[in-house]
């Protein structure tokens, strides 16, 4: 199958205060369409960096990427970007969130409030139609910021640790509504984490990145069936495994930290 | 019940020193330790408050209405003739400051171009434009709202300005992956991100507004409650002046709940405001 996403030797060079930071060196990747990619690494690895490159919003220092056969330039609609910080216009109602997207496409009324209405159902959020995000917890604000790249029907959803913020349980339950909404509708989706229960309990396939420079260490393909049971054996030895390769990582990353004051 | 205890204790409490301070007034005033003239005491200015509100001649049915004869009062036509310069000079000043703001906050290129001159202009306070004003608009209405537009002007201007530049970035970089147009991100994403910024600058100009329509009534027109007890110092009407000064508060006190509603009513979305 063609790959939707084809990340071939990227890399991502920061100039800060005159000291050069190798963000990413040298990534290749391809997402197949409907796969379910995490990308999983302690903070500083590079991760969110290589999920705002295929976004758009800040393009490699070398390296191409190209999304069904064109290469990104600027972002787009295309590639759906769900924030971890929500990023909802608070001056909207939840309504007028969801439909932002639809009314810049200039697609007839009538036709947007039949979306919203849908998508306002399936996350159940019907009951909150008129309110601002101010009066929402945090879990209801990322339902809202999905629903909103729902609504465009972009074949690629990019999320950047979305669920960072929630409490646990919050955080099951929106899991397995991504889950449940990444089996209807079968989009690609590249997810951030440093979480690696959340990894395994979602992805295809895990990427684990180097910290400085960020590179790909390992990708994991997962095959157990979904649901997935945290407390399985098979959940757990993949967990080990996964946490060796990240905690190498993270161990850098600290003899970093006390060599030199955090650039970021 | 307890509740309303509370409040009336609160309320109570709250008119505790301003009733101590007209009671020691009062004194002052009735046992002639100070010259009546210099101050006079306060039921005398709540008396010459009255009247001055209260109109001048009997109700005639033939000459006018009965609305109109209730309203005919000088103090009615001072607060009007003060209100009419604010709202037109707050008004000129905020459209011509509203846009130029958005422009400077969007754009560095035009913002570099202005800077330098605004911020020369800026600390001029509008008083300093008294003589020009008037050289250039002789008097009455027109050198007075001039003054007023440029109280006005600089706090919509400089609050307009801060407010698109502080524009999160996250609303930005959200709209642009929804795939916002320039306009679009202009005026749906940045002018309400920018709302809290500019309805600051927008009280804080009429603030000043209020305050130079006082001073500007001194000098170039002839009504107004500026106007008014500047005349009344000629007369040593102190009552009057003091009336006229509690109207001037009074008038102020309005204006600036008047804005706190319309803050309220247009940031219902914003953190910081509960809604209800």
């Known amino acids: 199958m063609q790959p939707q996403i084809h990340i071939s030797k990227v890399s991502k060079v920061f100039s800060t205060g005159g000291r050069k930071v190798v963000a990413l060196d040298d990534i290749n990747l391809e997402v197949s369409p409907g796969e379910f990619i995490c990308l999983l690494g302690p903070s500083g690895c590079g991760k969110s960096t290589l999920l705002n490159a295929i976004a758009g919003f800040s393009p490699p220092t070398a390296g191409s990427i190209v999304v069904d056969g064109r290469p990104v330039q600027a972002p787009g609609p295309d590639r759906g970007m769900v924030f971890q910080e929500y990023a909802l216009f608070p ?4 309504e007028k969130n969801i439909a932002f997207g639809l009314e810049i496409k200039k697609q007839p009324k009538a036709q947007i409030r039949e979306k919203v209405s849908a998508l306002l159902e399936m996350l159940k959020l019907k009951d909150f139609r008129d309110r601002y995000p101010k009066d929402l917890s945090g879990g209801m604000r990322q339902r809202v910021a999905i629903a909103r790249v729902l609504a465009l ?5 990019l999320m950047d640790e979305p669920f960072g913020a929630l409490d646990s349980l919050t955080r099951r339950n ?10 209807k509708f079968r989009k690609s989706i590249i997810f951030v984490t440093h979480s690696i229960e959340e990894s395994i309990y979602l992805a295809d396939r895990i990427v684990v990145m180097t910290y400085r420079p960020g590179t790909i260490k390992k990708i994991v393909s997962v095959s157990m069936p979904r649901p997935r ?14 946490a060796l390769l990240v905690m190498e990582e993270q161990s850098r990353h600290n003899q970093n930290e006390i060599k030199v004051p955090a650039a970021d | 019940m307890k509740n309303i205890l509370a409040r009336l204790y609160a309320s109570l409490q709250g008119l505790l020193v301003p009733v101590v301070l007209l009671a020691i007034w009062q004194y002052l005033s009735a046992h002639a330790i100070v010259n009546p003239q210099i101050l006079p005491a306060p039921t005398a200015v709540i008396a010459k408050w009255w009247e001055y509100l209260l109109p001048t001649e009997a109700f005639d049915p033939s000459r006018s209405g009965y609305l109109a004869w209730l309203f005919s009062g000088e103090m009615i036509h001072d607060a009007y003739a003060s209100m009419y310069r604010v709202v037109v ?3 000129v000043g905020t459209v011509l400051a509203l846009p130029l703001g958005l422009l400077m906050g969007a754009n560095d290129r035009i913002y570099k171009l202005f800077n330098p001159l605004i911020q020369i202009l800026r600390p001029i306070p509008p ?8 050289l250039w608009f002789g008097l009455g209405n027109p050198p007075a709202i001039f003054l007023i537009v440029i109280g ?10 801060a407010g698109v530049r502080h524009v999160d970035g996250i609303y930005i970089r959200a709209a642009r992956s929804l795939g916002a147009s320039q306009t679009t991100m202009f005026l749906r994403v940045m002018l309400p991100a920018a709302t809290p910024y500019i309805l600051t600058g927008a009280r804080i100009g009429i ?19 500026g106007y008014r007890i500047l005349e009344a110092r000629e007369f040593f009407w102190s009552d009057k002046i003091i009336a006229g000064m509690f109207t001037i508060g009074l008038l102020g006190l309005a204006i600036d709940s008047g804005m706190n509603r319309l803050n309220n009513y247009l940031l219902k979305w914003h953190r910081g405001i509960e809604s209800n």
């Open chain 1, 229 to 242: 049971d945290p407390s399985s054996v098979e959940f757990n030895d993949l967990k080990k495994e996964l």
């Open chain 2, 127 to 134: 008083i300093a434009f008294i003589p020009l004003s008037i």
């Open chain 2, 89 to 91: 000079g707050f008004l």
């Open chain 1, 174 to 183: 929106l899991q397995d509504e991504l889950l449940r909404i990444w089996t």
């Open chain 2, 207 to 225: 603030g000043t507004a209020f305050i130079v329509v006082i001073v500007a009534e001194m000098i170039a027109v002839n009504n107004g409650l």
């Open chain 2, 152 to 161: 006005a002007f600089f706090p919509v201007l400089m609050n307009t300005i």
């Open chain 1, 91 to 94: 001056w909207m109602t939840v």
């Open chain 1, 153 to 157: 029907d972009s074949p690629i959803l």
